[in-house]
Structure formats: C-alpha cells, structure tokens
C-alpha cells in the first residue's frame, strides 16, 4: 500500500468519523426534544373526550393525521415500521397524549409523481377529540421515528374545532417518483385548524 493511498484511507476514515459525529450530535438534539414533548408537566389542560355534549362552554378539538410510511418486502410479505412503533406525540400547554393506530397496506399504484402517497406503504390514521378553554394554546406535535418537532401557537373558540396535520414527505429524485413521496420519510407537518 502507498503512502498516498494510505493518506486517502485516513482521510476518509477521519471525514466519516466527522460526519457521524455530526449525525449523532443533531440526533442528541432531537432526542432531548422529544423527551421534553413526551414529559407531561401539567394535567388539568384538556380532557379526552366522548361525548361532545357534555363539554358546554369548552373548545372541543378534533385532532386528525394520516401518514403512509415506507415498507418492505421480504419472503413474500410486506412488513411493518415495529421498533419503535410509529407513534405520534401531542404536547398541549404542557400536557401531553400520544396518538397510536394500527397501519392498513395500501397500495397506489401506478406511482404517480403528483400523489406524495403513492405507491405500496403502511397508512396510518391517528386521530383523537379533546376538550379544553377557549383561546391562544401552545401545542407541539412529535413523530420521533421521523425525527420531527413542529410548534405552534393555535387560537381556540368554544365549540367545535378542526386541526388537520398534513405530513409534507421529503423528495426524491429516481425515477418514477420524481418529487415529493412518502418513501423518503416525512420532513415536516402543515397544521391547520378550522
């Protein structure tokens, strides 16, 4: 081997080593994120409700997400995101509730590159209604598999109220996908309230 080579090999070891630094640093970041997302610090914000009726005078949210996430196949099956399991976190001035569903395969196909959701994935539907006052609330929503926070600040009125999260998927560029897809994993949330 000559010193050259050997000069490249240190090079490359030293770039990777840098770049896993990098990568496990941000992933540190995040991950204090989400523990301070998934640690309730209050309980008297918002209850899990049932039935709306009972909650007069209150802000009832419907809260609803349907995300597709990758799959694979392997021995003639198509297999599920299982560790960890693919769950969403919502923090509501401080109290907080995760969101967990059962996948169903769904298959979209042909793979359209103006359809994010295209394709053979796992779609997951969360969904859950909450009650709580009226007004500006603080809420930060969390998918720790796809290493994403998003914050917001939402204004309330008392009744009935939407907030809709559309994932926004990253892009890819190999064909037949050609833009955004579910396949490259969910880069942020749109949140919109009605």
Same mark, same amino acid.
């Given at each position: 081997?000559?010193?050259?080579?050997?000069?490249?090999?240190?090079?490359?070891?030293?770039?990777?080593?840098?770049?896993?630094?990098?990568?496990?640093?941000?992933?540190?970041?995040?991950?204090?994120?989400?523990?301070?997302?998934?640690?309730?610090?209050?309980?008297?914000?918002? +209850?899990?409700?049932?039935?709306?009726?009972? @909650?007069?005078?209150?802000?009832?949210?419907?809260?609803?997400?349907?995300?597709? $996430? !990758?799959?694979?196949?392997?021995?003639?099956?198509?297999?599920?995101?299982?560790?960890?399991?693919?769950?969403?976190?919502?923090?509501?001035?401080?109290? +907080?509730?995760?969101?967990?569903?059962?996948?169903?395969?769904?298959?979209?196909?042909?793979?359209?590159?103006?359809?994010?959701?295209?394709?053979?994935?796992?779609?997951?539907?969360?969904?859950?209604?909450?009650?709580?006052?009226?007004?500006? @609330? !603080?809420?930060?929503?969390?998918?720790?598999?796809?290493?994403?926070?998003?914050? $917001?600040?939402?204004?309330?009125?008392?009744?009935? !109220? +939407?907030?809709?999260?559309?994932?926004?998927?990253?892009? $890819?560029?190999? $064909?037949?996908? !050609?833009?955004?897809?579910?396949?490259?994993?969910?880069?942020?949330?749109? =949140? +919109? =309230?009605?």
């Amino acid at each position: 081997m000559t010193i050259r080579m050997k000069m490249r090999m240190n090079v490359c070891m030293a770039g990777a080593a840098l770049l896993f630094c990098v990568v496990a640093s941000g992933c540190a970041n995040n991950r204090d994120l989400f523990a301070k997302t998934s640690i309730a610090t209050r309980s008297d914000v918002f +209850t899990e409700v049932v039935n709306s009726d009972a @909650h007069t005078g209150k802000a009832i949210i419907d809260f609803s997400f349907a995300v597709k $996430r !990758n799959s694979y196949y392997l021995m003639g099956m198509y297999v599920k995101h299982t560790a960890p399991p693919y769950r969403l976190h919502l923090n509501v001035d401080g109290q +907080t509730v995760a969101f967990e569903a059962e996948p169903v395969l769904e298959d979209k196909s042909p793979i359209d590159p103006n359809v994010p959701d295209s394709g053979i994935g796992w779609k997951y539907q969360f969904s859950k209604r909450i009650a709580l006052t009226p007004g500006k @609330h !603080n809420l930060t929503i969390a998918l720790p598999v796809d290493d994403v926070i998003v914050k $917001r600040e939402i204004e309330l009125l008392a009744g009935l !109220n +939407t907030v809709e999260l559309l994932p926004v998927y990253g892009k $890819r560029s190999l $064909r037949p996908y !050609n833009g955004q897809n579910f396949t490259a994993g969910v880069k942020t949330l749109e =949140v +919109t =309230v009605q």
